[in-house]
């Protein structure tokens, strides 16, 4: 798939504007504070509805106004659709070729896109919650049958707390316990084969970058051993729920489930937020979300769209050429550098290059 004719209105900074994308490789150029990030993430948004700056939409108004809008065409296959969003002070409309659409479901799959944006490399050090966010997200967008099993073991999970909170029965306790089963042996099987699936791709793309030749693991840390049969599973489970059985009963709430796992990353064995530098924690970023690009293509047989924000500072020309050469062409990119110096591999003929200053485009 591709995007093209983005168009912003009293976005950030930007009062009104347009970008023509090609289908290829987009260089979004200027120095810093002028607006190049503001455009990833309208795009960002248009495909995930939420900036990933920020949860409170209104920050997206620009500071003169009373509402935002951003809007472009998503192309995928021979099929043409027109997606937009407007954000009001209390609230925001989805569009599909101009009409509202009501659930936010509707629109989430209409464009992928795959962004890397500075922060993510917060990931390795910040809490787990902040992994399972990035796996639960990618895998949502790939596993619609995730994202249910995801939504009613939270919508359990919540019910088991609730009934923790007053007096409990053993019986009706177990009751509430083995709702959670059924999604839970769902998600743990989807997690595990989706960590399989990145296993195969970081290491490769790691080394690509880097031009060595390491090995990058993530580990899923589950909360039972096995992944495949249902029946040992189940075994594996109950036993867990048994032995924190006392504990959720005193706590008042559930203290082992799959809203507690983990992902840990490694570099050559060792763990990537003990031991790793900036430099590599970007790499290993680079590498999973590459990753991403390709399990999507696998599944979907359609390359998402790739957001790259700030991709080559901390990187040295080395391995800025060897990025850039590792980007498919097949894929639409549209990348963010204050300084062309940093991008000059790219022969600037099968590149286009968007000049932002000041929230306008020249
Ligand atoms: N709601 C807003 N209204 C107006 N300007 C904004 C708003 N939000 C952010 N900005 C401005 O946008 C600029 C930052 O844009 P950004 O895209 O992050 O820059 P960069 O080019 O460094 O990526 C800053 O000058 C900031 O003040
Ligand atoms: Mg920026």
Same mark, same amino acid.
């Given at each position: ?19 023509? %994308? *090609? &289908?290829?490789?987009? /260089? ?6 002028? +607006? $190049?990030? @503001? ?55 989805? %569009? *599909? &070729?101009?009409?509202? /659409? ?6 989430? +799959? $209409?464009? @992928? ?72 042996? @769902? ?176």
């Amino acid at each position: 798939m591709y995007i093209d004719e983005l168009k912003l209105r009293f976005y950030r900074n930007y009062q009104r504007a347009e970008v023509n %994308l *090609i &289908n290829g490789m987009n /260089v979004i150029i200027g120095n810093n504070g002028q +607006g $190049k990030t @503001n455009l990833l993430e309208a795009i960002y948004l248009l495909s995930t509805t939420r900036s990933h700056r920020n949860d409170d939409d209104r920050e997206l108004i620009n500071f003169t106004q009373e509402f935002a809008s951003a809007e472009l065409t998503v192309h995928r296959h021979d099929i043409e659709d027109k997606l937009g969003i407007v954000i009001h002070k209390n609230g925001k409309t989805l %569009l *599909i &070729n101009n009409n509202p /659409v009501r659930r936010n479901s509707e629109f989430i +799959g $209409k464009l @992928n896109a795959v962004l890397f944006a500075p922060t993510d490399m917060d990931l390795f050090d910040n809490s787990p919650r902040v992994r399972r966010k990035l796996i639960d997200i990618e895998l949502g967008k790939l596993s619609a049958a995730y994202m249910h099993d995801l939504s009613n073991y939270l919508k359990s999970l919540k019910e088991r707390n609730n009934y923790l909170k007053g007096v409990t029965d053993q019986i009706m306790l177990e009751t509430y316990t083995e709702m959670l089963f059924e999604p839970e042996i @769902n998600i743990i099987k989807e997690r595990a084969a989706f960590i399989d699936n990145l296993n195969m791709y970081m290491s490769y793309f790691y080394n690509q970058i880097n031009g060595e030749n390491d090995q990058v693991t993530i580990r899923y840390q589950s909360m039972i051993d096995e992944k495949n049969d249902r029946e040992v599973m189940l075994q594996q489970l109950k036993t867990n729920y048994n032995n924190t059985l006392d504990r959720d009963v005193y706590l008042k709430q559930t203290n082992t489930g799959i809203h507690r796992e983990d992902y840990i990353f490694y570099l050559n064995e060792r763990e990537v937020s003990k031991f790793c530098s900036q430099g590599q924690k970007r790499m290993i970023m680079l590498a999973l979300k590459l990753s991403i690009v390709q399990i999507i293509f696998k599944i979907k047989r359609e390359y998402p769209i790739l957001l790259l924000d700030d991709v080559m500072s901390e990187l040295d020309a080395n391995k800025r050429e060897r990025l850039l050469r590792l980007l498919p062409e097949t894929v639409q990119t549209v990348i963010t550098t204050t300084d062309l110096q940093e991008m000059s591999l790219i022969d600037p003929k099968n590149v286009n290059v968007i000049r932002v200053r000041k929230g306008m485009i020249d």
